[in-house]
């Protein structure tokens, strides 16, 4: 049986010290042991993109990843997006009044990846929108939508 040990996560800008195993996922961690639940499970085995966080501003599966080994690095999850009084950023603005939600279990995920995407390109093509997103599935919209709703917050 593997020991637990203590380790330091910094999620959304703060430290916390909790105890893991060392092949606890960072996604179980994220959601059971410190309740940032907006991470969702979808597939739990790295194929269906509801799970990604960023890990130093990289769009990075959460369930496939060891928490162990996000140690001293920035995560940010979707509770770090919107500001502190629950304004929503942005990208959920626009995700909102595209019609890109709707059942909403893949958009943390669309949305965290769209961050990274435009941080990365802040006036992406519909194929570099594509691309971007290529590892997030959903299973309800079509995609068309998502992708007018990132166009349109690039453009704004
Ligand atoms: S839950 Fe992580 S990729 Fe599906
Ligand atoms: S909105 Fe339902 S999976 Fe995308």
Redesign the pocket.
Known sequence: MATKQIIVLNVNGDDHEILVKPQQTL?EVLRETLGFTGT?????????????VLVNNKPT????TLAVAAVGKEIMTIEGLAGQDGTLHPIQKSFVENGAIQCGFCTP?MVMSTKSLLDRNPNPSEEEIKEGLS?N?CRCTGYAKIIKAVKAVAAG
Do not use: D, I
Request: charged fraction near 10%; charge should be neutral; aromatic fraction near 0%.
């Open positions: 996604l969702k499970q979808g597939c739990n085995e790295g194929s269906c993109g509801a799970c990604t599966l959460a369930c496939s995920g590892g599935l």
